[in-house]
């Protein structure tokens, strides 16, 4: 059973950053994507930001330029850099990975961008 453990949330300025990390148990093979997804109350989970194993990356619009994806496939374990943190970015942000045809998600991080 694939496990995927959050960190790195909380309370920030606008302007701020944040880095959050997820580390993924219980594989024995490369997980192919992993990425972070966020939901806001009232809204719907949308995607972030993925990456592969190969290193291939893609971002929501509203974060490229602000937000770094990234991972180290020897811990399996991705990272999100984020810059320039704004309101609207306050959610739920959760770990995401897709091991052998199948999704497994995180139970989420608290990200609050207030001042």
């Known amino acids: 059973q694939v496990q995927l453990v959050e960190s790195g949330g909380g309370l920030v300025q606008p302007g701020g950053s944040l880095r959050l990390s997820c580390a993924a148990s219980?594989?024995?093979?490369?997980?192919?994507?992993m990425g972070w997804f966020r939901q806001a109350p009232g809204n719907q989970r949308e995607l972030v930001a993925r990456?592969?194993?190969?290193?291939?990356?893609n971002y929501a619009d509203s974060v490229k330029g602000r937000f770094t994806i990234s991972r180290d496939n020897a811990r399996n374990t991705v990272y999100l850099q984020m810059n320039s943190l704004k309101p609207e970015d306050t959610a739920v942000y959760y770990c995401n990975a897709k091991y052998l045809g199948r999704e497994y998600w995180g139970q989420g991080t608290q990200v609050t961008v207030s001042s």
């Open positions: 990456i592969t194993s190969g290193g291939s990356t």
């Open positions: 219980g594989t024995r093979f490369s997980i192919n994507t």
